[in-house]
């Protein structure tokens, strides 16, 4: 299981904080804080997996070694550095880390796909794409999509979605928005949000 999907600057500003499982806020910032010195502290010929701090490992309960194999207590930190951008999973003994590092290489290969050669402002102006991919991704911290056409497509289907009522306002108002057609604001000024 997937526990938190992180991604970081080179100068440790979260550009993306998605946890599946509940943490208190102070402990989430010591957590993304330690993780991000760990991280950033390695050379480039480092592997690509850290144990979990000890910061998280003591928040989380499991009495023996046996029952800490076998449940979903994090343990892992698997991680890459694309240009300015870290890209971090948070997962249990249960997932192969070779597979969380092809799963950031999608992840990465669908924004570079969705923006044309994705940047850091990318990520901060259109959040909610990032988001969108990865919850086209991950689920309740579980991979349901690795297909980098299907996930794609689905953002984009998201996208059309989401615009079509603005759109039909201003090509003319369509019939899920009659009822607001007599409905002026201030200054006689169409209201052009979403409905």
Known sequence: MINAVLVFNNSGQPRLTKFYTQLDTSVQQ???SEIFTLVS??????????????????????TSSTAAQ??????????????????IMISTSTESPLALL???QVFVEALDRLFENVCELDLIFNFETLHATLAEMVVGGVVIETSLDKIV?????????????????????????SGLAAFRGPADVAWSGRL
């Not at 497509?153 to 928005?177: F, S």
């Open 30 to 32: 010591r957590l993304i």
């Open 41 to 62: 502290h390695r050379p480039n010929s480092a592997c690509n997996f850290l144990p979990l701090p000890p910061l998280l490992a003591n928040s989380t309960s499991s």
């Open 70 to 87: 076998h449940d979903d207590t994090p343990s892992l930190i698997t991680y890459r550095h694309y240009a300015t951008l870290y890209f």
């Open 102 to 104: 092809d799963l950031i």
């Open 153 to 177: 497509d689905g953002v984009r289907i998201q996208g059309k979605v989401a615009k079509r009522p603005v759109n039909e306002t201003r090509g003319g108002l369509g019939a899920t928005a």
